[in-house]
């Protein structure tokens, strides 16, 4: 129904009024006096409007105001934390088990007649305003933090409150989740772990000095089972000589002998020393071992090139080579009628020092035949000793493969007699990782 201001309109859910020259709407319904909210007709006589619904006939002014424009008050009346009863604060400290929120709250809007909804939000949970006709909100299992709940009341005209009520929680973690229950616990256990880091350190520490000390007195012993030995056969030569009253060969032998024994002594207290001092130590040596036998022997002893020019640089073990030299001279040529030949070789292949030993002599098998052998086929102490040396040596080194040793070949002539022996000594250095040849 059009009149010259306004428009009526009637709805099963009561009359609709439009402003023609303001083009506002104005929504009357039970609330605002209708008997019912389903109007069947509409007339306007002079300034009234009659309107019939479905349960009778109501009339009011042409310019009656019906809207609501007042905000509703908004209470939050009533809390439950776990499920009991708790007085309403504008804070609220939980505990960590105190996670189950239970929240009432009621709008008050005397025109409304109830006809009122809300709008509500916990800031951490809900993301957007949740619209509800309920008067409450559950929140059964909130995470350790803080919160804030805010609720609006929208009158039957969809006004929203003026001042949502509101409600702070703080959830506070249990006393083992607390940053100064972490900080404490990580310094016990800091204290705990360098405890007994540091303890297995020094027990490993302690170890490695007590292993350092055992293998120093093992090379110290193998050092000690060879210097008799070779002192021994040289006093034998010296007094072979006064003996046969060849006086300037007893002197010269003598000379070279204390020079030796000066170098035995010397080289005897260190760990390692220079490829350089053993072969001066190797050649003093085999001079006197020429002239012990009387020049019977004719000796050979090279060093490639690529070795000469860092033999100072180059470290090995002392007093290793000159026992298993000594074996070719004692088992080798002693008793051997014709003259003999010896050659010694130091070379280099990757990271081991390769020291050969090769005689002409009459072969171990002969000499374990006269009793130069403590047991048939089977190594002298010098070889022994030399090999129980590399062992200790090589325990010390780095990512070393078991590949140092001594090798010893017997060496045959066509017709299978047995012409001499072969002893291959491998070395490994760790000097040539840091010489550029």
Same mark, same amino acid.
């Given at each position: 129904l059009g009149t010259e201001q306004h428009l009526w309109i009637g709805t099963d859910n009561g009359l609709n009024k439009l402003d023609l020259k303001t083009k506002e709407w104005e929504w009357i319904n039970m609330t605002d006096g209708l008997p019912a909210n389903e109007v069947n007709d509409i007339a306007v006589v002079d300034d009234q409007v009659w309107v019939g619904t479905t349960k009778g006939l109501v009339n009011f002014s042409v310019n009656a105001n019906h809207f609501n424009r007042k905000p509703p008050a908004i209470l939050i009346s009533g809390l439950k934390i776990e499920d009991k009863d708790t007085t309403v604060m504008s804070s609220i400290d939980l505990n960590y088990d105190q996670n189950s929120i239970h929240l009432d709250f009621i709008g008050i809007g005397f025109k409304a007649k109830g006809d009122i909804s809300y709008q509500y939000k916990m800031s951490g949970v809900d993301k957007n305003w949740v619209t509800t006709k309920s008067r409450f909100?559950?929140?059964?299992? =909130?995470?350790?933090? &803080?919160?804030?709940?805010?609720?609006?009341?929208?009158? *039957? &005209?969809q006004v929203l409150s003026a001042i949502p009520a509101m409600v702070n929680f703080s959830i506070h973690p249990p006393w083992w989740k607390t940053w100064w229950f972490r900080l404490l616990a990580v310094l016990v256990i800091g204290g705990i772990v360098s405890y007994f880091v540091n303890a297995r350190m020094q027990r490993q520490r302690t170890e490695q000095e007590f292993l350092d000390q055992v293998n120093t007195l093992k090379t110290q012993a193998l050092r000690s089972q060879m210097n008799p030995h070779f002192i021994f056969n040289a006093l034998n030569a010296i007094q072979k000589f006064l003996t046969t009253n060849d006086r300037e060969q007893a002197m010269r032998y003598l000379s070279r002998f204390g020079k030796l024994i000066r170098l035995i002594f010397e080289q005897s207290q260190k760990e390692k020393i220079s490829l350089e001092d053993e072969l001066e130590f =190797?050649? =003093?040596? =085999? #001079?006197? @071992?020429k002239l012990r036998f009387m020049e019977k022997v004719s000796i050979l002893l090279s060093v490639d090139p690529e070795l000469l020019d860092i033999s100072d640089e180059i470290n090995i073990p002392p007093l290793l080579i000159q026992p298993i030299i000594e074996n070719s001279f004692k088992h080798g040529f002693l008793y051997k009628e014709e003259a003999g030949h010896l050659k010694i070789n130091f070379s280099k292949n990757e990271a081991y020092l390769i020291c050969t030993? @090769? #005689? #002409?002599?009459?072969?171990?098998?002969?000499?374990?035949?006269?009793?130069?052998? *403590?047991l048939k086929d089977r190594p002298s102490s010098g070889l022994k000793i030399a090999q129980g040396r590399l062992h200790i040596y090589e325990s010390d080194q780095v990512d070393v493969a078991d590949e140092s040793g001594v090798k010893i070949t017997d060496l045959y002539q066509e017709n299978g007699e047995v012409c001499g022996t072969?002893? *291959?000594?491998?070395i490994y250095c760790k000097d040539f990782e840091n010489i550029e040849l």
């Open positions: 909100a559950r929140y059964p299992n =909130l995470a350790l933090g &803080d919160y804030l709940f805010e609720v609006l009341a929208i009158n *039957e &005209d =190797l050649n =003093l040596y =085999l #001079d006197l @071992e030993i @090769e #005689d #002409d002599g009459i072969g171990r098998k002969k000499a374990a035949e006269l009793g130069q052998s *403590e072969l002893v *291959e000594v491998k």
